[in-house]
Structure formats: C-alpha cells, structure tokens
C-alpha cells in the first residue's frame, strides 16, 4: 500500500524567507502528485498538478517538483508570506489518492 | 473552475441517528471520493465511485455507505451514528483519466453526541 510521508510535521519561518517542504512516497507507480493547502476547519484548495510524465510545475511564488525514480517531492515557497500561514499536504494519486499527514507552516510577520 | 459542494459545513447529530451527508459536483466528473480526515491520522478514504450506481470500498468503509444515482450527487450516509464518526468529511471529484487533479469540497465538520 502507498505510504506519504511529509516532513517537518511543523515548521515556523520569519515573513520573506524561502522554504522547502518534503514529501516522499513508497510506491513510484503513480498518475500524478498534486500539492494542497488547507486553512483551519476548510476543505482542500488544489495549488499544483504535476502528471507523472512531468517534472516540475510553477505558480506564482511555488514550485513543485516531483522524482518518481526516488519517490520525492518538494514545493518550493518563495519570499514567504504571512499570508502563506496553513497546512499543505501531498497527494499522490494511483487509483485513489493518497495523502501526507501535512506540513503546518506558519510564517511569522 | 469545477465546483464540489457539501451541503452542510457544521452538523450536530445524536447517537443512533441516520445521517445523510450529501456532494454535488457540477463538471460532469465520473469519480467522486469520501474521505474523512482525523488530527494525527490524515486523511482517510471511506468511499468512491466511477459511475453512477457504481460504489467501491475505500480503507474505512465499516459504518458507512453511499449512494449515486446522479452523476453529480455522492451522498454519504451514516447509517447509525456513532461518536467515533465525529471528524471532519471531505468529498472530492476527479475526470475520469485519473492523470487529473482532485477537486474537494469545503468539508462538512461532523459531531456525533
């Protein structure tokens, strides 16, 4: 069965600071990784896709990369925010979805 | 941009009862999921299902079922209540080319007394 691990479970940094958060997952045999953030008490709201055939993808101020062949993955925050403050979780999907327990991130004006 | 909507976002519900929790997506996906998710446990699949009045078992099933009689409805249904069922519940569509990203619903924040 997939295992999603995401670390650090926690992480605090000062307002403008870049950052990495990790995922890795055990099963490379997978259709896509999409990166998620999730305020206190809401649903999931999507930030990035990355299909399997694919390496990297960028939004704004992220970057997700993925390496199916190591089973990693990083999103990337430039010049952090603020407003950036929330959990982000991972998700690797097959035939289902399965996710990291999340990173709390909190950014510290 | 495809919406998924969960009826209720707070619920309060008595031991015992039947509780519908109901999913409407609006972008003609095939799939659509269930997932609960607990502090410290993630997020957990109870149900999904490819097509209409089609349904298959995810990791948590025990204490649940479901319904799809429309393409766009996913209900989830508790059928007796119980206080270990009090989490928060996501629900969640994808096409049906799995390659796809998921959409989720804002969640419905369930308490069982």
């Known amino acids: 069965k997939q295992e999603v691990t995401q670390i650090p479970a926690a992480l605090s940094v000062p307002e403008g600071e870049n950052l990495v958060l990790n995922c890795s997952f055990t099963d490379s045999a997978i259709y896509n990784l999409q990166w998620f953030r999730q305020d206190p008490g809401k649903g999931l709201t999507s930030l990035l896709l990355?299909?399997?055939?694919?390496r990297e993808q960028t939004s704004g101020r992220l970057n997700a990369s993925l390496d199916k062949s190591s089973g990693r993955s990083t999103l990337y925050i430039a010049a952090s925010q603020p407003g950036d403050s929330a959990t982000y979780l991972c998700?690797?999907?097959?035939?289902?979805?399965?996710f990291g327990t999340g990173t709390r991130l909190t950014v510290i004006p | 941009d495809v919406k998924v909507t969960q009826s209720s976002r707070y619920l309060v519900k008595r031991t015992g009862e039947k509780v519908f929790l109901e999913c409407v997506q609006d972008m003609d996906h095939e799939n659509m999921f269930w997932y609960r998710q607990d502090p410290g446990l993630g997020l957990r699949l109870i149900y999904f299902?490819?097509?209409?009045?089609?349904?298959e078992k995810g990791d948590i099933p025990e204490g649940y079922s479901v319904s799809r009689e429309k393409k766009e409805r996913f209900s989830l249904i508790l059928e007796s209540a119980s206080t270990n069922q009090t989490s928060m519940y996501l629900c969640?569509?994808?096409?049906?080319?799995?390659?796809?990203?998921?959409?989720f619903g804002s969640g419905t924040r369930l308490t069982v007394v």
């Open positions: 998700a690797v999907g097959a035939n289902n979805l399965f």
């Open positions: 969640a569509s994808t096409e049906g080319a799995r390659a796809y990203g998921y959409t």
């Open positions: 990355i299909q399997s055939s694919q």
């Open positions: 299902s490819y097509d209409v009045k089609m349904k």
